[in-house]
């Protein structure tokens, strides 16, 4: 049902959680998990930094964290493909999955509730309404995940 999966991560504990399942879903469809970082040039733009020298420490965080993926999708004994990108989050990955054929998208949610979901947007609310793919969600709260 599916062949590739994509997991955008960020190092949080949703994310983890979400790469789990991804995993999980991989393994039992024989699919590929791409595990993607996006560094969030929005946010250098914002701090007239260094931009050099913090570009790259946002690309060093985000290798160490796709590497987490390679390590438990290989113990698993599923294929994984890694790549960290530059760009506005919700659009990089949008843009990953259709350039890949990414036939799911998994990505972990915090949960929120009530009012205060409606007043703070996020990555996987932008995602889950514009994506052609399916969108599955999974909250942190739902499966514990041991934090490294």
């Known amino acids: 049902m599916y062949d590739t999966i994509l997991v955008p991560m960020d190092g949080s504990a949703p994310s983890?959680?979400?790469l789990e399942r991804a995993i999980d879903l991989a393994d039992r469809m024989d699919a590929t998990v791409h595990?993607?970082?996006?560094?969030d040039e929005r946010v250098l733009h914002a701090t007239q930094l260094d931009a050099g020298g913090?570009?790259?420490a946002y690309e060093d965080e985000g290798e160490r964290i796709v590497s987490k993926a390679v390590e438990k999708a290989e113990a698993a004994g599923v294929d994984v493909v890694t790549e960290v990108q530059h760009g506005t989050p919700h659009r990089t990955i949008l843009s990953y999955a259709e350039e890949s054929g990414v036939d799911l998208i998994v990505m972990g949610t915090h949960g929120r509730r009530g009012l205060e979901r409606y007043l703070i947007g996020s990555v996987t609310e932008r995602v889950l309404r514009l994506s052609d793919a399916p969108v599955f969600t999974v909250r942190a709260e739902d499966s514990p995940v041991e934090s490294e």
Request: net charge neutral.
């Open 16 to 18: 983890d959680v979400a």
């Open 35 to 39: 595990a993607l970082y996006v560094v």
């Open 54 to 56: 913090l570009i790259r």
